[in-house]
């Protein structure tokens, strides 16, 4: 993955600031307009960038840091378009050095070093959900090998992936995470394989905080406002089916969870169900359907009849 950068060879004219008295150069702290419609504003020395500038590039985003002969040096900021942003390590204006990236929320999305502009070495990669993905990137700076890792909270999965998706894994330990020993605030697909059942629902095994991912939804990719629908036999049994475990999750009109998205690394973006509130242990995690409750279903699928049974019996509960 290429990575901006600070050389800047187009040619430009002199908006505002003061000029050298000897050949017309920018010279202090001047605005300086480039044929591109970029500008950069910062202090020049007979023409040459040094010390404290920042350009601003046609599309939105920035780069900011500390200029010497002409090229950044040292730490610098560029700033996305979306807002997000990169702090690097510069060297004559390219990236080399330790690096950090941030989304629009200000999340650590990457961290590990650049050379020559080029993500190297071993790298970060983090997702919101938690996972995040890690292992030495390849010599454009794409998550490709066979040494890749990617980890939740309290395991992981360790094996061949291409820019980032995997092809092959098998399951990984963890011996320690930044926070301490692994613990399973987040449990993963293969803990739910073992989780004991009572009848065929979802019940917590500990004790859960909230927004703690409880299970995965896994099947064929459709919005959630085309159909609701129940896993069809013989694969609505766990004996059949069992890789994910959301579609277990019971309805409720008062639900302790939620439908969540999350990128698994061996599903991809899926769904998943997670808690809206602390769950108990032995509690049974439960969630809203999205039924339409009118007959026709105009604005999401028609409820069934045992949905609708629970409608009338709940508004009842709420009438007296």
């Known amino acids: 993955m290429y990575l901006p950068y600070a050389h800047y060879l187009i040619l430009y004219y002199f908006r505002e600031g003061l000029l050298d008295d000897d050949d017309g150069l920018p010279h202090g702290f001047c605005t300086v307009n480039y044929s591109s419609t970029d500008r950069f504003e910062g202090h020049f020395v007979h023409g040459e960038k040094k010390g404290r500038g920042k350009f601003y590039y046609f599309d939105g985003s920035t780069l900011e840091g500390f200029y010497v002969d002409n090229a950044l040096q040292g730490q610098g900021i560029y700033t996305y378009e979306d807002g997000g942003s990169l702090f690097g390590t510069y060297v004559e204006g390219e990236l080399n050095g330790p690096a950090q990236e941030y989304d629009t929320d200000r999340r650590l999305i990457f961290k590990g070093q650049c050379k020559d502009n080029v993500r190297h070495g071993v790298c970060w990669i983090y ?7 890690v292992g030495e990137v390849n010599e454009d700076g794409d998550m490709t090998g066979d040494k890749i890792a990617y980890v939740y909270p309290d395991g992981g999965r360790y094996g061949k992936f291409i820019d980032a998706e995997m092809l092959e894994e098998k399951l ?3 011996t320690s995470v930044d926070e301490g020993k692994p613990h399973s605030d987040l449990v993963p697909n293969e803990y739910t ?12 095994k500990i004790a859960s905080a909230a927004q703690t991912v409880m299970s995965f939804y896994n099947g064929v990719r459709i919005a959630h406002q085309e159909v609701v629908i129940d896993v069809p036999a013989p694969y609505n049994s766990s004996n059949k089916y069992c890789a994910s475990l959301g579609h277990k999750a019971n309805h409720s009109f008062t639900p302790n969870c939620m439908y ?7 599903f991809g973006p899926i769904k998943c169900i997670r808690t809206m509130r602390a769950v108990e242990k032995d509690e049974e995690p439960t969630v809203a359907y999205g039924y339409d409750h009118n007959v026709t279903g105009k604005n999401s699928p028609e409820a069934p009849e045992w949905y609708q049974q629970q409608l009338t019996a709940f508004q009842a509960t709420q009438q007296k």
Do not use: K
Not at 194 to 199: I, S, W, Y
Not at 260 to 266: A, K, L, Q
């Open 127 to 133: 997702y919101p959900d938690g996972g995040s993905l």
């Open 172 to 174: 990984a330990i963890l």
């Open 193 to 204: 394989l073992m989780t004991p059942f009572a009848g065929e629902g979802l019940f917590a």
């Open 260 to 266: 969540d998205t999350f990128v698994h690394p061996r």
